[in-house]
C-alpha cells in the first residue's frame, strides 16, 4: 500500500532521513554515457529543478526505534541516482575543500568560506542522527568499501585504495568524470579574461555553489510504501511492463530477499550471484541475462514464456530452500550455457563434432533447442548421459534444422519450442538408465516434422552465393564444409577456415562452356570449397584448364564427379544439384 507518494527536491530528500540499498539490488551500474548524460541533463540544463524519476522505498526495523534515531528507508528501485549524487556531491565538497587550503594565507575569510562550504556538502553525504551518531544518509554495499571509505569520508587523505570489482570501477570513473568537469569549471573561471582579475576566485567558489544549489535542487519522485512486500510488489509491477523488462534484476532481488548473510559481511549467495552475472558479461562473448535465465529455467521446469517466467517463477520457487536450489542451477548452468552460445571457443577435447553440432544451429540462427542443448550437456557432465547419445542427440537436432530451418525455410512455431523444453525437463529428471530413452524419443518426433523430400529438393536447389548473392554465403560454406567432411572420410584435414568458395563455371561467356543463368552460376552445384592456392591457380581460367588443376591437387579433396567431368556447362551443374541433394538427406544430414 503506497504511503506517501510526493514530489520532493533532493535537499528534502536527503534531509528526510537515513536511506539502506539493500544487499539484493543490483550493483552501482551507470556507464560514462549514463553519467556524461546526468552531467549534460542536470548541470548544463536550463532548468533549475530537472525532474530525474521516481525513488520506491519503504520505512525499515521497527518503527519506534527510528522515530529515536531518524527514519530509516530501503530504497527498492531507482537506486542509480541516488548514488550517482552522493558521488556528485563528493566532486563538489573536494574542490571547495582544496580551495580553501589553497587560500588560507592570501584569503583567510575566502578559505574559511570555502571549508564551510565543504562540511555543508559533506552534511548531505553523512550527518548525525537524532542521537548524535554520525551516520552515512547512503548506505550500500555497492562499491564497498571505495564508496564508503574514499569517495563519502570527507578525511580520506591517506593512499587510495584501488578500485577492483566492476562496479568499484564505475564509481571511481563517475567520480573522476564530475572531477574534471568541476575542475575545468574553476580554472576557466580564474582564467576569465572578463572577470576582474582580484575577483576570479570569489567567482569560481560561487559556481562550485551554484553547481551544489542545482544538484540539490532536482527534482525526483519520492514513493514511501507501508512495508517491504508492497515494495517488490509495486517494483516487480514497473519493472516488468513492456520490453524494459529487467528479469536479471528481478531474479536477484526475489533470490536474496530469503537469502540472507551467514555472517556480518559474509553474503556469499549475493556474491555468487554477481558472480553468474559477471560470467554473462564477458565483453569479447557477451551473453543475454534473461535469455540464459529462460533457457535454464525451461531445461528443468514447466514450459512458459519469457513475459511469464517471473511470475511463474514466484509461484515455483517459495522459501529460502527452494531458492538456494534455484542459485545452484543457475550456478551449474552458467558455464555449460556459454558452451552452448560460444561454441567455437570451447574445449570439446576428443569430441569436436559436439562444437559443430551446436554451432550449425548457431548459423542456423536456431535457439529454440537450447534449454535441451544445456540439459543435454549438463546430464552428460554429471555422467547421466553418454557421450554416444550426446552426439546422437545433437547430430538430429542439427539435421532437423538443416532440412526443416536452413533449407525447407519452414517457421518453428511454439510447437517446437514446447517440445524442445519438454524434453529437457525429462532429460533433467531421468536417471542415466533413462536418458538415451529421451533421446530416442524426440528423434522420432522429429522424424515426423520433418519436411518431404520434395520440399527439401526445392529449398536446396535454391541455395546459392555469388558476389551479387551473399545473404546464404555462410549457409553455403557450412554445406559445402559438410559435404568435404562426408566425401573426404576424414582421409584429408584442412583448416576449413582458410578455405574458399570456388565457382566451378564461370559467369562470364569468354570462359564458359555455355551462357549461364546468375541462378546457374551461383548454384550450389557450382560450387566447390579449395584452398585460397588453389583459387588463384583456378583463377577464371576456361574448364579444360581448371579440370587439369583440379586433377592435379592431392593436399584437398575435390568431389569425384566434378573430376571426371570432361566439359562444366548448365547440364553438370543440374545433374550435380541433384546427386548433393539425394546425398544430403541419405547420408549427410539423415534423421
Known amino acids: 500500500m503506497i504511503e506517501l507518494a510526493v514530489d520532493q527536491s533532493i535537499e528534502e530528500v536527503l534531509n528526510r532521513g537515513f536511506y539502506l540499498i539493500p544487499r539484493f539490488q543490483r550493483p552501482y551500474s551507470w556507464t560514462a554515457d549514463n553519467v556524461g548524460d546526468f552531467w549534460s541533463d542536470t548541470i548544463q540544463s536550463d532548468s533549475t529543478d530537472y525532474f530525474i524519476g521516481s525513488v520506491i522505498v519503504y520505512e525499515t526495523g521497527e518503527v519506534g526505534e527510528q522515530r529515536r534515531t531518524s527514519p530509516e528507508y530501503a530504497i527498492v528501485d531507482g537506486q542509480q541516482r541516488p548514488t ?36 555543508g556538502v559533506q552534511a548531505f553525504i553523512e550527518r548525525g542522527d537524532r542521537r548524535a551518531r554520525r551516520r552515512r544518509i547512503l548506505t550500500t554495499e555497492t562499491g564497498y568499501p571505495y564508496l564508503q571509505t574514499y569517495v563519502q569520508s570527507i578525511d580520506a587523505d591517506g593512499p587510495e585504495k584501488q578500485p577492483a570489482r566492476p562496479d568499484e570501477k564505475r564509481i571511481e570513473a563517475a567520480l573522476a568524470y564530475f572531477q574534471g568537469q568541476l575542475d575545468d569549471l574553476v580554472d576557466a573561471t580564474r582564467k576569465d579574461p572578463t572577470i576582474p582579475e582580484e575577483g576570479r576566485d570569489r567567482t569560481a ?15 525526483v519522485i519520492l514513493v514511501v510504501v507501508t512495508n517491504e512486500d508492497d515494495a517488490y510488489e509495486i517494483f516487480e509491477t514497473l519493472n516488468t511492463r513492456g520490453q524494459d523488462l529487467n528479469l536479471a534484476d528481478l531474479v536477484r532481488n526475489f533470490l536474496l530477499r530469503d537469502l540472507r548473510e551467514e555472517a556480518e559481511g559474509v553474503d556469499s549467495a549475493r556474491s555468487r550471484y554477481a558472480n553468474i552475472l559477471e560470467s554473462l558479461y564477458e565483453p569479447e562473448a557477451p551473453i543475454d541475462p534473461a535469455q540464459f535465465i529462460l533457457h535454464s529455467w525451461l531445461s528443468r521446469e514447466d514450459y512458459t514464456s519469457g513475459k511469464k517466467l517471473f511470475r511463474d517463477m514466484k509461484k515455483r520457487v517459495q522459501g529460502a530452500e527452494p531458492k538456494k536450489r534455484l542459485l545452484a542451477s543457475l550456478e551449474v548452468d552458467a558455464p555449460l550455457y556459454r558452451k552452448a552460445r560460444y561454441p567455437r571457443q570451447a574445449d570439446w577435447g576428443q569430441s569436436p563434432e559436439i562444437g559443430e553440432s551446436i554451432d550449425a544451429l548457431i548459423i542456423f540462427r536456431m535457439t529454440q533447442p537450447l534449454p535441451l542443448v544445456l540439459a543435454a550437456l549438463r546430464a552428460y557432465s554429471e555422467k547421466r548421459l553418454t557421450l554416444k547419445n550426446l552426439r546422437r542427440l545433437l547430430s538430429a537436432i542439427e539435421s532437423f534444422h538443416l532440412r526443416f530451418t536452413a533449407i525447407a525455410g519452414k517457421s518453428s512455431s511454439g510447437g517446437i519450442s514446447k517440445r524442445y523444453a519438454g524434453a529437457a525437463q525429462r532429460m533433467s529428471k531421468a536417471d542415466a538408465s533413462k536418458t538415451g530413452d529421451v533421446v530416442t524419443e524426440l528423434l522420432s518426433r522429429l522424424r515426423e516434422s520433418a519436411p518431404t523430400k520434395a520440399e527439401f529438393e526445392v529449398g536446396f536447389g535454391e541455395l546459392r552465393y555469388s558476389s551479387d548473392v551473399i545473404a546464404q554465403k555462410q549457409l553455403v560454406q557450412y554445406v559445402l564444409k559438410r559435404f568435404y567432411e562426408e566425401g573426404s572420410e576424414g582421409s584429408v584435414k584442412v583448416d576449413f577456415s582458410a578455405m574458399t568458395i570456388e565457382h566451378l563455371a564461370s559467369e562470364s561467356a569468354a570462359n564458359a562452356d555455355e551462357q549461364l543463368e546468375p541462378a546457374q552460376y551461383g548454384s550450389i552445384g557450382n560450387l566447390i570449397l579449395v584452398s585460397q592456392d588453389v583459387n588463384r591457380k583456378l583463377a577464371n581460367r576456361p574448364w579444360h584448364e581448371k579440370v587439369k588443376i583440379l586433377r592435379a591437387q592431392r593436399e584437398i579433396w575435390i568431389p569425384p564427379e566434378v573430376l571426371a567431368a570432361d566439359s562444366w556447362a548448365a547440364e553438370q551443374i543440374t545433374s550435380r544439384l541433384k546427386l548433393m541433394s539425394e546425398s544430403a538427406l541419405s547420408m549427410i544430414w539423415r534423421l
Request: overall charge negative; charged content about 30%.
Open 84 to 119: 550517482t549524487i552522493t558521488i556528485l556531491l563528493a566532486a563538489i565538497r573536494d574542490p571547495l575543500k582544496a580551495l580553501a587550503g589553497e587560500f588560507a594565507s592570501k584569503s583567510p575569510d575566502l578559505a574559511a568560506e570555502c571549508a564551510e562550504l565543504a562540511t
Open 205 to 219: 567558489v560561487d559556481r562550485l555553489e551554484e553547481v551544489r544549489d542545482r544538484v540539490l535542487n532536482l527534482s
